[in-house]
């Protein structure tokens, strides 16, 4: 398989989400900003390159479990943002019918089971959803999208230990963005890297630069295709770092300014972009190109989703039970 | 009682996060035992604020940032506190409790039983609770059955800030595990507290306003919302009583049941959802007691709907009572009765 840098069709489509990502979170930190959305947001501005790479090794009915932070996953594993948009601006058109908000944005129709709201809460549902795959012989794969933080719980614990016994198809994805919250993985954690951790449940694991697509991409495809032909569960740590405040009530306190603008110069877009240039694949143009259909089309889903009317109240009483 | 503070008590005012950080302070200092962990309480200042600068005061060893492992924290709470220590424990979110029950229903509650009372656990567990945030479904639930149902556990819940602050130290003064369930919106509200070490003793309500046509009994964030309708009830020309029960477990019946013996009519306002919500339980005191026989109408509930919290606002607000609902519900109840 060539580099995506050196592949013109791959080079434009890891762009395109990247920048998606990206400009789908400064529109709603925009939006937010003004008062246009309630509740709170999980941004992951500058961790693009971790659910970008992921997906481009997943078929479409492969299946994610994501997180809190997880508009970067929903989008690279192919939602509509103008439905995602719509579920923010609490319409009827989003995808939860206003019901759900960004923490619990789901596509099942691309196989993304949900954000979730509790941390290490899609774990053991990526087990499960392995579980399913193996027993129904579909060769599916799940990936679990997790961060570091998420590995200070039980539920993180159990479900890799259940998918290591049956070796599932699952691939635990860590984004180790180098905080949960406030409390940095390096003190959190006794390891050098998280993915030690994996012998001790018996699985490979391995760390890779996050902000790297490219590093991103080939580990998941390796750890796929050893889940597709039946060799069980992998573990990958992926280096990377949140921008922006855990939420909107971070004030930043347990960082440095110097530490936030290092990582900054490590963005993983114009890296690539970099790459792309070099190998000659795709000119300042067509990289230019890419930049202004991303910025139409997310203009125009933000419209529509806009303009869509709000969510409504009635028939909540019925919406608690499937009929 | 209507008045919480006593005349002539020193008080400050406080927000209801100053008041919990300065029974902290307060029980700190005064305790070697007494220290607090949980999930960013310490330079982060904790998710809502509740601890705010507290670190450069207490330092590390007082106030531990612990990592996100909430069965582990409040089983090390547990620990703690049956060899010798002072535990309070925060859980970022109500909701997590979920992932902690284990170590507080099986262990924590039940351990001074089990073991013949050989061992006290005196544990204090904080957890904020309610929606009104736009948090959504996991992040938004109030849970006070869930605690009050299981024997061993005491619960209590703040409305006020002087009772934030005097419900957590008496309930670090407790040889028990205490719940102590804060709400969301209440942490910046503000009011008058008693400075220094006052305490709210647990299992006593506060009746926070007198009136003789009905007994509003309410908790968590629904007494402000009670006062402001007995405010508008009042202008009507109906003369409500505003029950706060504080303490859920042990309930102090006897104030509500000598209020509504003497109104013959009682709204229960809670935000939980009504099936089976701790209100369920004071409803059936009331059927069960001899006030039974002075009601002049049915005992009404008004509950937060049977349905997850959802995220959009108007639908957030549409799942739990607001002013609008009780003035409504206690008119109808004077009305028609
Ligand atoms: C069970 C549970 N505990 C705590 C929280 C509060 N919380 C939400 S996100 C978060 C930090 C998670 O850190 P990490 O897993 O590293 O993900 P990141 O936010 O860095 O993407 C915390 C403590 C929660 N949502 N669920
Ligand atoms: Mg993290």
């Known amino acids: 398989m060539n580099p995506l840098a050196q592949d013109a069709e791959a080079a434009k489509s890891v762009l395109k989400t990247m920048w998606m990502i990206r400009r789908f979170e400064e529109a709603v930190e925009d939006l937010y900003g003004r008062g246009m959305m309630h509740g709170t947001m999980h941004l992951s501005i500058g961790q693009e390159a971790v659910p970008t790479g992921a997906c481009l090794a997943l078929n479409k009915d492969d299946y994610i479990t994501s997180t809190h932070r997880g508009h970067g996953h929903c989008i690279a594993k192919g939602a509509d943002i103008e ?13 939860c019918r206003g019901r759900g908000g960004s923490m619990h944005i789901a596509d099942t129709t691309t196989g993304n089971l949900g954000a979730n709201g509790i941390v290490a809460g899609g774990v053991p549902i990526a087990t499960g959803a392995a579980l399913s795959a193996h027993m129904r012989g579909t060769k599916q794969v799940a990936v679990c999208f997790h961060g570091d933080g998420a590995m200070g719980e039980g539920a993180w614990h159990e479900g890799v230990v259940l998918a290591a ?35 001790g449940y018996g699985i490979p694991g391995v760390t890779v630069d996050g902000n790297d697509v490219q590093a991103v991409r080939d580990a998941v495809q390796e750890a796929v295709d ?12 992926a280096l990377t770092y949140r921008w922006r405040g855990h939420s909107k009530s971070d004030k930043n306190l347990y960082r440095t300014r110097e530490e936030i603008e290092e990582w900054r110069t490590h963005d993983p877009i114009p890296a690539f972009e970099a790459r792309v240039l070099q190998a000659g694949t795709l000119t300042e143009t067509d990289l230019e ?22 969510a409504t109240a009635d028939g909540l009483l019925e919406a608690v039970y499937a009929s | 009682m209507v008045d919480e503070v006593v005349e002539g008590t020193e008080t400050k005012v406080m927000t209801y996060a100053e008041a919990i950080r300065d029974a902290l302070r307060v029980a700190i200092a005064e305790d070697d035992r007494v ?5 960013d309480v310490g330079i982060y200042g904790g998710a809502f ?50 992932q902690a ?3 507080i229903a099986n262990q924590a509650a039940k351990i001074h039983f089990m073991l013949g009372g050989a061992v006290n656990v005196p544990l204090v567990i904080r957890a904020p609770g309610g929606s009104g945030t736009g948090a959504a479904a996991q992040h938004s639930q109030s849970l006070e059955t869930w605690f009050v149902h299981i024997p061993g556990l005491k619960v209590v819940m703040p409305a006020t800030p002087d009772d934030a602050k005097g419900l ?12 102590v369930l804060e709400h969301k919106l209440l942490y910046k509200t503000s009011g008058d507290v008693r400075v220094g070490d006052a305490r709210t003793p647990l299992g006593v309500a506060a009746i926070r306003r007198e009136g003789k046509d009905l007994t509003i009994v309410a908790t968590g964030v629904m007494v402000s919302r009670a006062m402001e309708a007995a405010e508008q009830l009042a202008a009507a020309g109906v003369d409500a009583t505003v029950i706060d029960p504080r303490t859920l477990k042990p309930l102090d019946s006897k104030t509500i049941l000598a209020s509504v013996t003497a109104t013959g009519r009682v709204l229960l306002v809670q935000e939980a959802a009504g099936t089976l919500g701790f209100m369920s339980e004071v409803a059936a005191i009331i059927a069960e007691s001899e006030t039974f026989a002075h009601l002049r109408a049915p005992v009404r509930r008004l509950s937060g709907l049977d349905i997850p919290i959802p995220y959009a606002p108007k639908l957030e607000r549409a799942a739990v009572p607001q002013v609008e609902d009780i003035v409504a519900a206690a008119t109808a109840l004077v009305t028609e009765w």
């Not at chain 1, 439905?83 to 995808?95: D, F, I, P, V």
């Not at chain 1, 050893?226 to 740590?237: K, L, M």
């Not at chain 2, 957590?168 to 719940?179: Q, S």
């Open chain 1, 83 to 95: 439905r995602m948009m719509a579920e923010l601006l609490a319409k009827e058109s989003g995808y």
């Open chain 2, 35 to 39: 220290f607090m962990m949980g999930e």
């Open chain 1, 289 to 310: 190109e890419i930049r202004n259909q991303v910025r139409d089309e997310l203009r125009s889903a933000v419209q529509r989703a806009n303009a869509a009317p709000d």
């Open chain 2, 168 to 179: 957590l130290l008496a309930a670090l003064d407790d040889p028990n595990p205490v719940v």
């Open chain 1, 165 to 199: 016994m049956w070796q599932l198809p699952v691939v635990f994805l860590c984004e180790n963005n180098h905080y949960g919250m406030s409390m940095a993985s390096e003190k959190a954690f006794n390891l050098e890297k998280l993915s030690d951790r994996a012998k």
């Open chain 2, 101 to 103: 029950m284990d170590q």
């Open chain 1, 226 to 237: 050893r889940a597709r032909s039946g060799g069980g569960p992998t573990f990958i740590e």
């Open chain 2, 49 to 98: 604020g509740v601890t705010g600068e507290l670190i450069n005061e207490v330092g590390t060893e007082r106030l531990r940032d612990t990592t996100i492992s909430e069965l582990g924290i409040v089983g090390a709470g547990v620990g703690a506190a049956i060899t010798g220590m002072r535990p309070i424990v925060e859980l970022q979110f109500s909701d997590f409790s979920a």
